[in-house]
């Protein structure tokens, strides 16, 4: 019997983030990258991990809402295959800081970055 060979898939999951009394407050997204048999395996898979990721913040005293995070769906999932060489994750836009002119050039070549960790 031949074992199956797993495919790499990259998930976006999107959770809600809802305030009692209010309802939406604001969203969460998340990349997950994970291996599996099929597609539907890992649908399957991309909901098991949004689903254990759920949870409810109870404020201990005072006139805090309640917050609940829950999965609000699987915003894509794409298959990688099965030894992909790298995998990009996106992270949104990020709204600047600094005013940088239409002719400012960038020499990301120059200096190498720390560790992350």
Do not use: C
């Amino acid at each position: 019997m031949s074992e199956k060979r797993k495919q790499w898939f990259q998930a976006r999951l999107r959770w809600a983030v809802m305030e009692e009394g209010r309802g939406l407050d604001h969203w969460r997204e998340a990349e997950h990258i994970f291996q599996s048999e099929s597609r539907e395996a890992a649908f399957h898979e991309a909901l098991r991990i949004g689903h254990s990721q759920e949870y409810v913040a109870v404020p201990d005293r005072g006139s805090a809402a309640r917050l609940e995070h829950r999965l609000a769906e699987v915003v894509y999932l794409e298959d990688k295959g099965p030894a992909p060489a790298t995998f990009e994750v996106s992270l949104g836009m990020i709204t600047p800081t600094e005013s940088l002119g239409f002719e400012h050039e960038f020499n990301p070549d120059e200096r190498m970055p720390e560790p992350a960790f």
